[in-house]
């Protein structure tokens, strides 16, 4: 279960005990993409830099991809 729902799910009195996964734990990939036309690509971008400084281990890739 995601961290972020054991307020919810693991609230007292459900009789439930969470276990955390040893380290490094699962992890997941996140991807921000747009059309290279597109009139929003320079907030766009701002927003994959706000997504990195503030996603821990997140690993900056702003450059577009080719192909």
């Keep these: 279960m995601p961290h ?3 307020a919810v799910e693991g609230r007292p009195g459900l ?6 996964f040893p380290e490094p ?4 990939t996140i991807s921000l993409a747009w059309r290279r036309a597109s009139s929003r690509g320079p907030e766009l ?3 994959g830099e706000e997504i ?7 690993r900056r890739r ?3 991809r080719k192909g």
């Design 25 to 28: 734990g699962p992890g997941r």
């Design 45 to 47: 971008r701002l927003l």
């Design 15 to 20: 009789g439930l005990k969470f276990v955390p």
């Design 4 to 6: 972020l729902a054991l």
């Design 62 to 64: 702003l450059e577009p």
């Design 52 to 58: 990195v400084r503030d996603v821990p281990r997140a």
